[in-house]
């Protein structure tokens, strides 16, 4: 038996981030490859196309939106904090209720099945 794992949680993470990073290149360069925008047709008119081609930096603040999302736009939301509601002494205390019950009821079944017994024996 290996006394190390063969592949840590860093390896892996480490692995993840690498294709993490080359997954949001490829789509990156699609995304500037195909770099077209739909208009809605509300706001057309007919001289306007309906596909109007963005150029590279023509934005407001001039970076592409794939860039203004960042790394963590895709991450998953990290879910609230419950509120415990179960401690050690609860438990142990429920435990302790139903080890008591199951005790007394086998105890029962145990007299009764002496009193089947005697009474076969005896009748």
């Known amino acids: 038996m290996a006394k190390e794992p ?4 860093s390896s892996l993470r480490k692995h993840r ?21 739909r208009i ?11 596909i109007q081609e963005q150029v590279p930096g023509s934005e407001e603040n001039g970076a592409a939106p794939s860039k203004k999302r960042g790394s963590s736009f895709f991450r998953k939301e990290a879910k609230a904090p419950k509120t415990l509601k ?5 438990e142990n205390q429920k ?3 139903l080890n008591g019950f199951l005790v007394r009821s086998i105890v ?11 009474a076969t024996f005896f009748l």
């Open 6 to 9: 063969l592949i840590t949680r």
């Open 17 to 37: 981030e690498k294709a993490d990073r080359e997954q949001t290149q490829t789509v990156d360069s699609e995304q500037a490859a195909h770099n077209v925008t």
């Open 40 to 50: 809605p047709k509300a706001t057309l008119t007919r001289e306007q196309p309906l």
């Open 86 to 90: 179960k401690s050690r002494s609860v």
């Open 95 to 97: 435990s302790r209720e």
């Open 108 to 118: 029962v079944v145990c007299l009764l099945i002496v009193v089947v017994m005697l």
